[in-house]
């Protein structure tokens, strides 16, 4: 028994070194070497129907050699904040294992030192909501080293909203008007029936 306490207790604190040592990479720790830019179609996007190109590259103002250790990039739509209040689904945490501000993934490909493009159709699960673009760039280890986005630290500004799918179809609608009218039309054809039996049965 004390033997099986033991073992227990050590993998728990191997689990909890592993996590420090390894998993416990906070947002606030990861420098903006990123440039993120996002172009599309003003007013409502929607979702199913709607591009949006995103565009991005290495800062060149930082100094040669700081992207060494890319191997990896990760591009996600992002909650705005206005969209995370009260939905604890979208909670911003600076622990990124813990952070669910970017969901939806837009695309994950080896990194390479040029200014690269994308033209992404918004896919139809997306939700209601308003979102910015953030890029996430990996090392070997699949870690974040580094990242970029499309708008301030504040999450303010170069925001876009995305309309969900309704799940209604313009088809479904017609159907449902015609079905509603020839279910008036028989109701009222039954009474008119019954009515002229009534009539006949009293003669």
Not at 109 to 123: A, D
């Amino acid at each position: 028994m004390a033997a099986r306490v033991l073992v227990l207790a050590s993998i728990l604190i191997f689990s909890c070194f592993a996590e420090t040592c390894y998993g416990a990479i906070s947002f606030s720790s990861l420098q903006r070497t990123l440039v993120v830019t996002a172009s599309h179609r003003q007013g409502l996007l929607k979702a199913g129907e709607d591009k949006i190109t995103v565009r991005w590259g290495l800062n060149q103002s930082f100094p040669a050699g700081t992207d060494s250790s890319y191997k990896t990039i990760k591009v996600q739509l992002c909650y705005a904040p206005i969209s995370q209040v009260d939905r604890a689904w979208r909670k911003t945490e600076d622990h990124l294992n813990k952070d669910k501000t970017c969901q939806p993934k837009i695309v994950e490909k080896p990194y390479i030192n040029v200014n690269e493009t994308l033209e992404w159709t918004i896919e139809r699960d997306v939700p209601t909501a308003l979102f910015f673009i953030r890029a996430y760039a990996l090392d070997s280890d699949d870690h974040e080293v580094a990242y970029g986005q499309n708008t301030d630290a504040e999450k303010k500004t170069n925001l876009f909203e995305i309309q969900a799918i309704t799940g209604r179809h313009v088809s479904l609608d017609i159907a449902s008007v015609c079905f509603s009218a020839f279910s008036v039309v028989s109701l009222m054809g039954f009474f008119f029936m019954e009515k002229r039996k009534a009539r006949k049965s009293q003669q």
